[in-house]
């Protein structure tokens, strides 16, 4: 198949995409930029790479959820985190967390779909559990731990890691669940 024909089959499917696909990639499109513009508006320098890798891959996520650009957009993202961020927790650390939690799970939704699937809402069940849990544990999560750190508890590392797993183990078997499970 050449170039041309790709592009044709493509837009075909595009033009045929039903409106939770959209919709699906227009949340990717608007968390991803905010995943993006929220450090960088940050009074601390965000490396000047995190733009200039992020923005590509950002629109490769969107136009292909089911590709690697997904998982390096969010590595580009976290790096620039751990390289630059403060290690206080900030109001923009914590959204630019949710936008990443949900970009993820907006990206894993929308890769398991053709381009042209037509959902119902019995079909979306499956997700707003772990997006609604997710969305709500990771700022309480980072609030916690902001908590912990400022108490000057001993073990607090201990704490920090253990309500991180327990946040990842709840999500993870909320996804796990079956899709026939009402």
């Known amino acids: 198949m050449t170039a041309s024909e790709k592009i044709t089959v493509w837009l075909a499917q595009v033009r045929s995409s039903g409106r939770a696909v959209v919709y699906a ?45 997904g998982l390096m957009f969010l590595l580009v993202v976290a790096i620039g985190w751990l390289i630059r961020a403060p290690a206080t927790l900030t109001a923009g650390v914590a959204i630019t967390a949710v936008a990443l939690v949900v970009l993820h799970l907006a990206t894993a939704f929308t890769a398991q779909l053709p381009s042209y699937a037509r959902l119902t809402p019995k079909s979306l069940r499956r997700w707003w559990l772990p997006t609604t849990i997710a969305a709500v544990l990771a700022p309480t999560t980072a ?9 000057n508890l001993p073990g607090s590392l201990a704490i920090t890691t253990t309500a991180t797993l327990l946040t990842a183990t709840t999500i993870w078997l909320t996804t796990t669940q079956s899709p026939n499970h009402d």
């Open 25 to 69: 990639r227009l949340v990717i499109a608007a968390t991803g930029t905010i995943a993006l513009v929220v450090p960088a508006i940050q009074p601390w320098d965000q490396l000047d790479l995190v733009p200039i890798l992020g923005v590509p891959l950002l629109l490769t996520t969107v136009v292909l959820p089911d590709s690697f650009a």
């Open 143 to 151: 609030l916690a731990t902001a908590l912990i750190h400022h108490a």
